[in-house]
């Protein structure tokens, strides 16, 4: 496998990565879990999101298909977390 294709898979395995943790906020959200789980989650995300740039970059496989991927999982994963936020603290939300 070329060195380009394993950069290519690496970008598309961390955006990956944000949508299951997108289903995994909104899971521990509807459970009633905060804390821990929730903030290490948005660290994940935090990171994943950085560095699938960065590696992108360094590969040059930043296409235009990957961006508009990226840029959607990022819009589904804090979406995620808004959502989680109104599920386990809807009195303050809506104060």
Known sequence: ????????????????GRLVLALVVILLAVNGRAGLPYLLCLLMAFISDYYD?????????????????????DVAFYGASFIAVILLY????YQ
Do not use: E, W
């Not at 496998?1 to 990956?16: E, F, S």
């Not at 960065?54 to 296409?63: D, L, S």
């Not at 809807?90 to 939300?93: E, L, R, S, Y």
């Open 1 to 16: 496998m070329k060195r380009r294709q394993i950069g290519y898979l690496v970008v598309l395995g961390l955006t990956c």
């Open 90 to 93: 809807p009195d303050i939300v």
């Open 53 to 73: 740039g960065v590696i992108a970059r360094h590969f040059k496989v930043a296409t235009a298909n990957l961006r508009r991927f990226d840029s959607l999982t």
